[in-house]
Structures are given as structure tokens and as C-alpha cells.
T-cell receptor
Framework: AQKITQTQPGMFVQEKEAVTLDCTYD???????LFWYKQPSSGEMIFLIY??????QNATEGRYSLNFQKARKSANLVISASQLGDSAMYFC??????????????FGKGITLSVRP | KAGVTQTPRYLIKTRGQQVTLSCSPI?????VSWYQQTPGQGLQFLFE???????NKGNFPGRFSGRQFSNSRSEMNVSTLELGDSALYLC?????????????FGPGTRLLVL
């Protein structure tokens, strides 16, 4: 079984500063995919970034980067130059064996990020 | 390309009724997954459909069912509604390519059961 752990209850960051949101995972699969999503108060889940377990380089998408440490089983999201619009709930998720047919995502409990002006 | 669309966006039902939610994936995406989000349980996988076939199912009672049509649109049905079915229901369509995968979510349907 797969498990995602997000233990930070709530994070605050000053506008224009960088922030790291923590995510650790547990799986017995050799290949898997890791995702980060942003969920504003409207409810929509917005895809931010993807990291495959065999990717040698950390994924980056604009202001988002994923600090992937496979041996530690961590996949932390780094948001650079925070903006007020970044205030939202952030979810880390995992998909087992991305070469297989099972595309079920297992989600963590989420982290609330508040950006202060 | 249009994103994932879900209808209706909001729904109020009473206990014992049934409800049908609809999801249209991104054009060309054949995989549609459904998730239930509640404050207590978080995000939980309901089921996944691919080319009109259910491929995976989560741990939900048989009151929860779904189907997918030939145009990849999917519907989810909940019969005999219970208060605990009040939740945000999200659907996602999946695309894979070049070793990358993305699952895009729709805006969700907020269901309130009274």
C-alpha cells in the first residue's frame, strides 16, 4: 500500500520569499509518480508538477520545483518568489507504477499555505 | 483545449434520493477517475474508467457506481443518499507521454445531502 505524509499543519510565508512544503511517501513499488496539486478555496485541484521515480533530475515548472530525494522518500515542493495568489491548500500525491494501468492517486492530507503581503 | 468539465457544480439533495454527476475529460483523454473529498477523510479514490471499462475501484459501497460513454464522458451515480455522502466530488482525466504523466482535475461538484 502507498502512503503520503504531509505533517505541516499550516505554513506562512512573506510575499516574494521562497517556501518549502514537505512531503514524505512510502511505497514498495520500484517505479511510481509523484504529483503536487494546489487547491484554492474554489475547490478546483490545479496540477503543479510531476516527478517520475526514475527521473534523475528534479522537476521544475516555472516558480515550482520538486526536491526529490529518493533514498529519503521525500518529494518536497519549493515555491520561489511567493505571490498572494499562492495562498491555498497544497496536496502531495502518488501514483503507483506509472507503467501500469492503475492510475489511482493516493493523496496526503494537505498543507495550508498563507502568503502575507 | 478546454479543461475537464463537471456538471452540476452544486447540488442539494435529501437523504434517500439518488444523484448523477457528469464529467467530460479533456479532448483526447480516455481515462477518467473520480474522487471524493471530505474534511474528515480527505481525498479518496472512487473508480477509474478507460475506454468505457471500469479498471479500478476504491473502497466504497455499491451505492456508488459509474460508467463511461464512447465519447469518454463519464457519469457517477450515488443511490440512497446518506448525510455522509456530502462532499466535493472531483473527476480527473489523465494523459501520458514522453515518460511524463499528468492528471488534470475538473472544478468539482459540491454535493450537500440534507
Amino acid at each position: 500500500a502507498q502512503k503520503i505524509t504531509q505533517t505541516q499543519p499550516g505554513m506562512f510565508v512573506q510575499e516574494k520569499e521562497a517556501v518549502t512544503l514537505d512531503c514524505t511517501y512510502d511505497t514498495s513499488d520500484q517505479s511510481y509518480g509523484l504529483f503536487w496539486y494546489k487547491q484554492p478555496s474554489s475547490g478546483e485541484m490545479i496540477f503543479l508538477i510531476y516527478q517520475g521515480s526514475y527521473d534523475e533530475q528534479n522537476a521544475t515548472e516555472g516558480r515550482y520545483s520538486l526536491n526529490f530525494q529518493k533514498a529519503r522518500k521525500s518529494a518536497n515542493l519549493v515555491i520561489s518568489a511567493s505571490q498572494l495568489g499562492d495562498s491555498a491548500m497544497y496536496f502531495c500525491a502518488m501514483r503507483p507504477s506509472f507503467t501500469g494501468a492503475n492510475s489511482k492517486l493516493t493523496f496526503g492530507k494537505g498543507i495550508t499555505l498563507s502568503v502575507r503581503p | 483545449k478546454a479543461g475537464v468539465t463537471q456538471t452540476p457544480r452544486y447540488l442539494i439533495k435529501t437523504r434517500g434520493q439518488q444523484v448523477t454527476l457528469s464529467c467530460s475529460p479533456i479532448s483526447g483523454h480516455r481515462s477518467v477517475s473520480w474522487y471524493q473529498q471530505t474534511p474528515g477523510q480527505g481525498l479518496q479514490f472512487l473508480f477509474e474508467y478507460f475506454s468505457e471499462t471500469q479498471r479500478n475501484k476504491g473502497n466504497f459501497p455499491g451505492r456508488f457506481s459509474g460508467r463511461q460513454f464512447s465519447n469518454s464522458r463519464s457519469e457517477m451515480n450515488v443511490s440512497t443518499l446518506e448525510l455522509g455522502d456530502s462532499a466535493l466530488y472531483l473527476c480527473a482525466s489523465r494523459v501520458r507521454g514522453g515518460g511524463q504523466e499528468t492528471q488534470y482535475f475538473g472544478p468539482g461538484t459540491r454535493l450537500l445531502v440534507l
